[in-house]
């Protein structure tokens, strides 16, 4: 049991280079998320997926597109990367264990740097 | 006002030491409030739920007050392996379990 994983760990682009982030999880939880943290700005959620086959936009989705492949795997794609896109990109699902009290599991983050 | 805002720190304090953070959020309907804690480069991990009633989990209490939608966190007996980034945490309901996140409150605790 894996957890969530992230692939990769490192990444540098040059402004204009386009990636895809990779994440998957293998405890079949319905949720997942993508946050980005930057200093001083604490983690803010640029997509979510509530379930398998829906996507929906968080607080900061500019410049980032996602797909939700399957139950296991969630993307976040840079189509043109900018330098304001340098941040740690985590990923995380959702575990709910009752009404209102559930635990969100990360992945272990994409450090990436755009020049 | 922001959504979720904690002490700013950096908290240092000396080991055996007791250190509250304090957090305050701002959407009234919210219904479920949880402290993270991130260590140095690592993702950020769930350390506690915090319940109405307050709770307690060994040396770590968490209280919350609705009225004036405020949290906190108490560490007693502090411990070298405590320092980290201590992330207060709130969902503002429905289905979708969308959280927002404080920017955390960072701890070093001294031998």
């Known amino acids: 049991n894996a957890g969530v994983t992230q692939t990769p760990k490192f990444q540098v682009l040059k402004t204009g280079q386009s990636m895809t982030l990779q994440c998957a999880q293998d405890?079949?939880?319905?949720?997942m998320y993508w946050y980005r943290q930057d200093p001083g700005m604490g983690l803010r959620l640029i997509y979510y997926?509530?379930?398998?086959?829906?996507?929906d936009k968080g607080e900061v989705p500019n410049g980032y597109n996602v797909s939700r492949l399957n139950k296991r795997e969630f993307s976040l794609r840079l189509e043109s990367a900018a330098p304001s896109q340098t941040s740690v990109y985590f990923c995380?699902?959702?575990?709910?264990?009752?009404?209102?009290?559930?635990?969100?599991?990360f992945g272990p983050g994409t450090r990436l740097t755009v020049t | 006002r922001k959504e979720v805002e904690q002490d700013p720190g950096p908290f240092n304090v000396p080991e055996g030491a007791t250190v509250a953070f304090n957090c305050t959020y701002s959407?009234?309907?919210?219904?479920?409030f949880f402290w993270y804690r991130q260590d140095c480069r690592k993702e950020p991990k769930l350390l506690m739920s915090?319940?109405?009633s307050g709770n307690e989990d060994g040396r770590f209490t968490a209280q919350l007050n609705r009225a004036s939608q405020y949290i906190s966190l108490l560490i007693r007996d502090s411990k070298l392996s405590d320092s980290a980034t201590y992330l207060c945490?709130?969902?503002?309901?429905?289905?979708?379990?969308?959280?927002?996140f404080g920017k955390g409150t960072l701890l070093t605790v001294n031998p």
């Open positions: 995380a699902s959702n575990r709910p264990a009752g009404l209102a009290v559930f635990e969100q599991y």
């Open positions: 405890m079949n939880h319905n949720s």
């Open positions: 997926s509530a379930s398998e086959g829906t996507t």
């Open positions: 959407n009234s309907a919210s219904q479920s």
């Open positions: 915090v319940y109405s």
């Open positions: 945490v709130v969902n503002n309901g429905g289905s979708n379990y969308k959280l927002t």
